[in-house]
């Protein structure tokens, strides 16, 4: 069975970091697009960051563009989001999304709590 695991969440003050992790398994991890969504209490799941199969290349989203960094380890088949100068409004649940063709998996998210 396909398996998508995040960690890395937690509680950080206001201008810290964290760095997220996205282990996959039981699929040939190289061959996918990786994502980042999150989704904030009451607000619907919007997308953060991509990295293509091949060559590296991203997208970020413009709300954390400077601020946060997607990248992979193709051979430790890990996808994992840099997130630097952290504000309260990147408050929510973090998702890691796997996707090739009409292929589709989501991991169960966790917590990133930016307070003070």
């Known amino acids: 069975q396909v398996q998508v695991a995040e960690s890395g969440g937690g509680l950080v003050q206001p201008g810290g970091s964290l760095r997220l992790s996205c282990a996959a398994s039981?699929?040939?991890?190289?061959?996918?697009?990786m994502h980042w969504y999150r989704q904030a209490p009451g607000k619907e799941r919007e997308f953060v960051a991509l990295?293509?199969?091949?060559?590296?290349?991203?997208s970020i989203a413009d709300s954390v563009k400077g601020r946060f960094t997607i990248f992979r380890d193709n051979a430790k088949n890990t996808v994992y989001l840099q997130m630097n100068s952290l504000k309260p409004e990147d408050t929510a649940v973090y998702y890691c999304?796997?996707?090739?063709?009409?292929?589709?998996?989501w991991g169960q998210g966790t917590q990133v709590t930016v307070s003070s």
């Open positions: 039981r699929f040939t991890f190289s061959r996918y697009f």
């Open positions: 999304n796997a996707r090739r063709g009409v292929e589709n998996y």
């Open positions: 990295i293509m199969n091949i060559g590296g290349m991203t």
